[in-house]
């Protein structure tokens, strides 16, 4: 027997506290009902089920999503039954106008009505909102990608034997600007000595990351995709699809010219690729600025010479016979004294300017200035024209960046037309220039649109307010065209906006010395919305801006003649390059070029580059909004609804247009301003081909409304399918995390008993030294 250490108390003691513990932890879990209350009861099962915990909150959100969805697609889906009735109701009278018994006075009762729901079409259009996010005027549209597809590649051994693979590529700017050359690196073994490529997957993929890397290096943040195609059918090519070019509208080009490194053996050659914008206003682009110069002018009956004589502004010079006579102010006759210093090198003048007494002021300082060697004593004046007499004079002004605006300049400018006044102008610095004639617009626009006009290099450009294939600047014929000399512009220059994520085409820069089409060129092959047109050019030589603006309205009116589509492409000239681009939206929006046929047009154009192959771009579509329907990241779907205003469907025009009123009689629908011309019902005629038009903006809008019932069909089995998800996955949960109640209070019972038994066999344990005592009486 032992005194010190009393094991059988200590191996009781040890049973006792492990029990405890263990109806601690029964405790525990039947106060909270989780199996699993913290990292030690369940490591790994803990892990598990936290991803299960995620995945189910996650799913309750997205069935949360699925249903804000359904509610967003029945908002769109109902605004657009009441622009269907309006539709029919069109559709009625504009067979009830076709009828040749009506008077002028019915058919023009006929069109008030049809001008009134014109304008609520725009409303329900500009108006329609989720969450304050408009879903019918465009801005639901989807987002058009860029993609290049590529001719057929050589065989790989071919490419292998390559000594350097690389290609040029345009980043942001115009052919041979800011051009980059792309150098795809060989593939390494495993030792790190470069080997060929082993399949065609592997070289799209090294392509990719080349393009990539190259336009990083340039400051781009756009990146591109490199997709194989056509390996299985023995046609391996390469698609290059820029998505981030459709959001920004940034330019990026292949330069995709034959015999420029690996371009051909990559099959990266053919026609200029379509490039997608943003939606955007109108900009016309203007030539040089023509700074205004005194013209000395000799009469051929008299042999005199005559000089009409600007005004100018106090600081500013005349130079004659290379003498310079500086303006001053409030010196009609100057004293020698006053003017002392402010002669410059003896040369200088000094003379009043004032209104009209500055040409005679002017005569004054000629006649009385010595350094002027050649007698102008007979000279005249009649208002502020100078008659020098026989001796021809050299005149010029300091500074010399003036400019004279005389005449009228006339401008379509987003469905208005007006008239700007320039006949009283004086000469302008060049600084102030676009200040004058915005201002001038803008207080001659009728609208609250602001009209916004730079200078760049000493061009001009004019940016409407509008956005959009609403916005639109033309300038007119009547306008002065010494004026637009002047200015650089010339007559039925055009610029037009692109819709939110268009299709559009833009060409080369055509070349300073025009082209020529004949027979072998004068077809341009388009594929417009999926449906392929040719559109036939007049045959002859183009070499100024008259005959390029001209070219590009032949251009569209030949292409929507030929387009059953409700495309109404528009075709501009910027004064650089031809632009094509069609004005549906989302995922109909498609344009493409086709080369390669007879009589192909194209490479002279500017929409492909010379030495060409087949080569077709175009554009595909990603969607406006994405409805995250899982838990996880890419579980989405895309939801696009495409733009139902009036003009979008076909019904309205800015400008003038055969079918269409002749004056303004739309509104947006929130404003009592008229800005767009509807479908003319005044004439039988026009009338009877309303209803084909009304008939297409039918159809249109029942495309949308059943692309908008299927995808409420499907989302609604997205919830059920959610919900059943979010069962199972929360019962695998609970199997994993709670407790089992009836197990936890069975195990409870057992430990309490033991932690009793334990409790008494430690009194008993504790006891056993007192027998210690006995031994010691």
Sequence with gaps: MRINHNIQALNAYRQLSQNQITVSKHLERLSSGMRINKASDDAAGLAISEKMRSQIRGLNAAERNTLDGVSLIQTAEGALDSVHKMLQRMRELAVQAANGT?????????????????????????????????????????????????????????????????????????????????????????VGDPRGFQSYAELAGAVEKAINESLARNGADNEVKVLLQGELSGNPRLMIINDMNARDGKVFRIYNKLGVGATEALGLYGAQESKIKPETSAQLYGGVVKNYKVEVIEDEDTNEYYANIPHLKVGEKYVIDEVEILVVEGIPDPDPDDIEGMLEDGKAIIYQAVHGAQVSSLLDAINDNDDITTDYSSATIDGTIINFGTDEPTISIIPDDKISLQGTLSLFIDGEEISLDFSNSKLIAKDDLAGVIETKINSSLKGSQNVSVTMDNDRLIFTSGLTGSRSELTVLENS??????????????????????????????????????NSDNSQLQVVIDGEPVTAVIKEGAYNSQEDYQRLARELEDSINKATTKAADVRVSYDGVRFTISSSLNGSGSELRILTGSAGDASTVLGFAVQNMGKWDTGSNHDAAVNLQLGANEGQTMGLSIGDTRSFALGLTVLGQAEGYSTVNNVTDGVSQITKEKALDFTDFENAAKAI??????????????????????????????LKVFTENLTASESRIRDADMALEM????????????????????NQLPQGILQLLQ
Excluded: H
């Design 692 to 721: 084909t038009r009304i008939d297409r903006a039918i159809n249109t809008i029942s495309i949308e409304r059943s692309k908008l019932g299927a995808m409420q069909n499907r989302l609604e089995y997205t919830v059920n399918n």
């Design 102 to 190: 009506y008077a002028e006075i019915d058919r023009d009762a006929i069109q008030q009505e049809v001008n009134q729901l014109l304008s609520e079409i725009n409303r329900v259009g500009n108006t329609t909102e989720f969450n304050t996010r408009k879903l019918l005027n465009g801005d639901m549209e989807a987002a058009p990608v860029t993609q290049f597809l590529g001719n057929q590649m050589e065989d790989l051994s071919d490419i292998n034997d390559i000594a350097d693979i690389y290609f040029n590529i345009e980043v942001e700017g115009e052919r041979n600007t800011n051009m980059v050359s792309v150098n795809v690196p060989f593939p390494l073994d495993d």
């Design 746 to 765: 069975t195990n409870l019972t057992k430990n309490n008993i033991i932690n009793q038994a334990a409790t008494a066999m430690l009194a008993q344990a």
């Design 480 to 517: 002065t065209s010494d004026l637009l000399e002047t200015l650089g512009l010339t007559a039925n220059m055009r610029a037009i906006g692109t819709a939110p994520r268009v299709a559009e085409v833009s060409s080369f820069a055509i070349p300073a010395n025009g082209f020529n089409i």
